[in-house]
């Protein structure tokens, strides 16, 4: 079973900087693209970022300038880059991976856990 594995939430202060990571399990054959999204307390999912290989990535509005997504194709792993942290960009972080396992197998949605980056005022 693929399984996306995050890691890198915390607290921090203001106009510090994080970094998440996320993992997926075991060797698949094809990963279309990998996303992070971000939930708030209350609040609906949404798509912070997303990139695929060879793709410049996409981001959100409210984070352009501020956060970089990278992929390292050879790790199947997907970072987010976080600077100049703002109160307002407290939320569960969430990992997207849209992929296929096999060969015969269709595309996917994956999703992690989930990695809580708080951010003081």
């Known amino acids: 079973q693929v399984r996306l594995v995050e890691s890198g939430g915390g607290l921090v202060q203001a106009g510090g900087s994080l970094r998440l990571s996320c993992v997926v399990s075991e060797s698949v054959y094809m990963i279309e693209s990998m996303s992070w999204y971000r939930q708030a307390s209350g609040n609906e999912r949404d798509l912070v970022a997303t990139?695929?290989?060879?793709?410049?990535?996409y981001y959100a509005d409210s984070v352009e300038g501020r956060f970089t997504i990278s992929i390292d194709n050879g790790k199947n792993t997907v970072y987010l880059q976080m600077n100049s942290l703002k109160p307002e960009d407290t939320a569960v972080h969430y990992c997207?991976?849209?992929?296929?396992?096999?060969?015969?197998?269709?595309?996917?949605?994956?999703w992690g856990q989930g990695t809580q980056v708080t951010v003081s005022a």
């Open positions: 990139t695929s290989s060879g793709a410049p990535g």
């Open positions: 997207n991976a849209r992929l296929k396992p096999w060969a015969w197998s269709r595309v996917s949605d994956y």
